[in-house]
């Protein structure tokens, strides 16, 4: 079992920038491949970024390639989305997860996530 807890949202104007940070708990982090998703209202979660264990590889959806970067600490169980360029579409709750591949299958250990809006 794993624990995330998500942080750095907020409320941004478009073209802007934001760092958000995820940190796991219990199963052993460097192991595990980790993403990050977002829902936006009346929308289904999507993926947006994903990172293999040793941060060798990463993915990333077509809708932010160029504008976010998916990096991780292993030292301190985190992984973090930096958004730069941010724009109205990106508007959404963002979550981090833990799987498998860099595409799925992913493990069901959402957090409660973070809120970023870009007006």
């Known amino acids: 079992q794993v624990q995330l807890v998500e942080s750095g949202g907020g409320l941004v104007q478009a073209g802007g920038s934001l760092r958000l940070s995820c940190v796991a708990s219990g199963r052993t982090f460097s192991r595990l491949v980790m993403g990050w998703f977002r829902q936006a209202p009346g929308k289904e979660r999507e993926f947006v970024a994903a990172?293999?264990?040793?941060?060798?590889?990463?993915d990333y959806a077509d809708a932010v390639k160029g504008r976010f970067t998916i990096s991780r600490d292993n030292a301190l169980n985190t992984v973090d989305l930096t958004m730069n360029s941010l724009k109205p579409d990106d508007t959404a709750i963002y979550y981090c997860?833990?799987?498998?591949?860099?595409?799925?299958?992913?493990?069901?250990?959402w957090g409660q996530g973070t809120q970023v809006t870009a007006s």
């Open positions: 997860n833990a799987g498998q591949r860099l595409r799925g299958p992913w493990y069901d250990y």
């Open positions: 990172v293999t264990p040793l941060g060798l590889t990463t």
